[in-house]
């Protein structure tokens, strides 16, 4: 297929249609499309070969909201994702050379394992949480008068990072032995987790046009749980469970990303915490068409084109992908076309873009 064709069928922002397909109402009218995020790389190539942001300049007022728009508007999804600034956390980082084809100047950095700046009661008074006063709304308060009619924002970014954030602070290594040796700090810091999420909860639900809660968390690793199922109950599920019932009181449904197996907490995230739907397949656990036949009568499946497939296959089996996945899983609703995680600056920008052309071209 000729890149004179790529991307050609128009698609009109629906955010309405978006959520009526996650909650599930039915045979959407066309695909609806849905990303955990892009990296800054791919945009960039997106923005440079469509000619996307003519004249305009990095470093210029809200130039990545500009960029985000563009890119999202012209790629065919019906939301921005955003959230709240201010939170930074500082963690035990370790940084290795970029090898993608898109690679970034600043490398790649991989959060310790080992050890993270909390491992004592002394380390966890001395860190320096963000504070609920420091919270700004910046970009969602320039996506709320700039966006375009039908689109809408999806609230996340650096938010409900429960299980993330306990080995990321404490390091995972550090975390195994607390949840036995330090049960009480765990807790604090948990508990200490909870009151920033939901008051940035709070702050994103005061603009009307967040129309989706999207927590992330990965809580697996391909043979299961990172920590135990029991541990999570106890930890990291109520947090969720808070979430997503606030999500819910403001009319608003709750996402999970989440890597890893998580066949022994599914049943508790769907009856329990409540989420509306679940993002993160990987062709090594469970792929998404499995997933739709499993969970696809209580939740929507989001994604679900392997990262590894969409690196390695050629553009043809991409879009033969898509349409074996779009028959099995758009019918009914409760599925959006998206990739098995993220579209990392690795993933080749033909594919990507092959995967959104094909969904435009569908037809139930």
């Given at each position: 297929?000729?890149?004179?064709?790529?991307?050609?069928?128009?698609?009109?922002?629906?955010?309405?249609?978006?959520?009526?397909?996650?909650?599930?109402?039915?045979?959407?009218a066309r695909v609806h499309l849905i990303e955990l995020f892009l990296d800054g790389e791919i945009k960039d190539a997106v923005c440079a070969r469509f000619g996307l942001l003519p004249g305009v300049r990095q470093g210029e007022p809200f130039y990545l909201e500009r960029r985000e728009v563009a890119v999202q508007r012209f790629l065919g999804y019906d939301y921005v994702r955003a959230g709240v600034d201010g939170l930074a956390f500082p963690l035990h980082r370790a940084v290795a050379e970029d090898t993608a084809a898109l690679a970034r100047r600043t490398g790649r950095s991989?959060?310790?394992?080992?050890?993270?700046?909390?491992?004592?009661?002394?380390?966890?008074?001395?860190?320096?949480?963000?504070?609920?006063?420091?919270?700004?709304?910046?970009?969602?308060?320039?996506?709320?008068?700039?966006?375009?009619?039908?689109?809408?924002?999806?609230?996340?970014?650096?938010?409900?990072?429960?299980?993330?954030?306990?080995?990321?602070?404490?390091?995972?290594?550090?975390?195994?032995?607390?949840?036995?040796?330090?049960?009480?700090?765990?807790?604090?810091?948990?508990?200490?987790?909870?009151?920033?999420?939901?008051?940035?909860?709070?702050?994103?639900?005061?603009?009307?046009?967040?129309?989706?809660?999207?927590?992330?968390?990965?809580?697996?690793?391909?043979?299961?749980?990172?920590?135990?199922?029991?541990?999570?109950?106890?930890?990291?599920?109520?947090?969720?469970?808070?979430?997503?019932?606030?999500?819910?009181?403001?009319?608003?449904?709750?996402?999970?990303?989440?890597?890893?197996?998580?066949?022994?907490?599914?049943?508790?995230?769907?009856?329990?915490?409540?989420?509306?739907?679940?993002?993160?397949?990987?062709?090594?656990?469970?792929?998404?068409?499995?997933?739709?036949?499993?969970?696809?009568?209580?939740?929507?499946?989001?994604?679900?084109?392997?990262?590894?497939?969409?690196?390695?296959?050629?553009?043809?089996?991409?879009?033969?992908?898509?349409?074996?996945?779009?028959?099995?899983?758009?019918?009914?609703?409760?599925?959006?076309?998206?990739?098995?995680?993220?579209?990392?600056?690795?993933?080749?920008?033909?594919?990507?873009?092959?995967?959104?052309?094909?969904?435009?071209?569908?037809?139930?």
């Amino acid at each position: 297929m000729g890149t004179d064709s790529l991307l050609s069928i128009a698609v009109e922002p629906d955010w309405e249609g978006m959520v009526a397909a996650i909650l599930r109402r039915g045979t959407p009218a066309r695909v609806h499309l849905i990303e955990l995020f892009l990296d800054g790389e791919i945009k960039d190539a997106v923005c440079a070969r469509f000619g996307l942001l003519p004249g305009v300049r990095q470093g210029e007022p809200f130039y990545l909201e500009r960029r985000e728009v563009a890119v999202q508007r012209f790629l065919g999804y019906d939301y921005v994702r955003a959230g709240v600034d201010g939170l930074a956390f500082p963690l035990h980082r370790a940084v290795a050379e970029d090898t993608a084809a898109l690679a970034r100047r600043t490398g790649r950095s991989y959060v310790d394992e080992h050890r993270g700046p909390i491992t004592t009661w002394e380390e966890f008074e001395r860190y320096p949480w963000p504070r609920v006063e420091d919270i700004r709304t910046r970009s969602l308060e320039w996506y709320s008068r700039h966006l375009p009619d039908g689109m809408c924002i999806i609230g996340s970014g650096g938010f409900a990072h429960f299980a993330e954030f306990l080995s990321w602070l404490m390091g995972y290594e550090t975390l195994c032995y607390a949840l036995f040796e330090q049960a009480d700090l765990v807790e604090a810091i948990v508990q200490r987790l909870g009151e920033l999420y939901a008051a940035v909860l709070d702050a994103m639900l005061t603009f009307p046009r967040v129309r989706v809660i999207w927590g992330s968390d990965d809580m697996g690793y391909r043979g299961g749980t990172l920590i135990s199922p029991a541990h999570l109950r106890t930890y990291v599920l109520p947090g969720h469970r808070s979430l997503a019932a606030a999500a819910h009181a403001a009319g608003r449904p709750y996402l999970l990303h989440s890597c890893g197996n998580l066949r022994e907490i599914m049943d508790d995230l769907i009856d329990d915490v409540g989420i509306d739907a679940k993002h993160s397949f990987e062709d090594t656990i469970e792929d998404v068409v499995t997933a739709k036949g499993l969970y696809g009568s209580r939740i929507a499946v989001l994604g679900g084109i392997d990262v590894d497939f969409l690196c390695r296959a050629d553009e043809e089996s991409v879009r033969q992908r898509v349409r074996t996945t779009l028959a099995a899983c758009h019918p009914g609703g409760g599925y959006l076309l998206g990739s098995g995680n993220s579209v990392a600056n690795y993933v080749p920008l033909g594919n990507y873009l092959a995967m959104l052309d094909e969904g435009r071209r569908f037809t139930a």
